[in-house]
């Protein structure tokens, strides 16, 4: 289940909100300028569908986003628990790192969870099948896939180095809970 925490940066024990309530989470991270969406397949996908077929089944929220924000580019990533190189990719963006443009994916599968710090607070959004997140460029953040990655998701582009991280070289990354999917934490 999708779920937003926010935290105050320096207690990352104790949630000031806790919420899996889809609006709640789109109106608290809107304040951010964070979009939180929720998107329906309009026609049945199943594992191991084409990318294109993945495409065609959200084409409508696709174009949607790419008449609004000029994204020159849109593409479709799948990890699996068993790839070879999950723990190198997991570990690839666990630090706060910011990019030079909007953050937008897509959950057609599986799950991940974005955090992100703004001002004295960390917003942790646990997205799963059907969410999609928008982080504005420059937004500070990190990205934690867990340790046996599995998810399928839409990505958007518009500069083909846009999604290069900055990392900041600060530890509040590692002060915060880890993804691990099945735990309550």
């Given amino acids: 289940m999708s779920r937003l925490r926010i935290f105050d940066e320096e207690n990352p024990t104790s949630p000031r909100l806790a919420t899996s309530d889809h609006a709640e989470m789109a109106r608290e991270l809107k304040k951010i300028g964070v979009t939180f969406e929720q998107w329906q397949a309009a026609q049945a996908i199943v594992p191991g569908d084409t990318p294109e077929k993945i495409m065609d089944a959200y084409r409508a929220d696709i174009d949607r986003l790419v008449a609004d924000n000029g994204f020159k580019s849109v593409d479709v990533v799948s990890i699996a ?80 180095d846009g999604w290069v991280g900055h990392f900041t070289g600060t530890d509040i990354a590692q002060r915060f809970p880890r993804y691990e999917p099945g735990t309550a934490a």
């Avoid at 790192?97 to 599968?109: P, Q």
């Avoid at 991940?112 to 710090?117: D, P, V």
């Avoid at 059907?130 to 990205?143: C, E, M, N, Q, S």
Wanted: aromatic share 14%.
């Fill in 81 to 160: 628990p068993d790839n070879p190189q999950r723990e190198a990719m997991r570990a690839k963006f666990l630090n706060e790192h910011f990019h030079k443009e909007d953050e937008v994916r897509f959950f057609v599968a599986g799950s991940g969870l974005f955090t992100l710090h703004v001002d004295n607070g960390v917003y942790e959004v646990l997205c799963e099948q059907g969410d999609l997140i928008a982080v504005p460029d420059r937004a500070l953040h990190w990205f934690d896939m867990g340790p046996e990655p599995s998810f399928v998701a839409i990505r958007f582009f518009t500069e083909p």
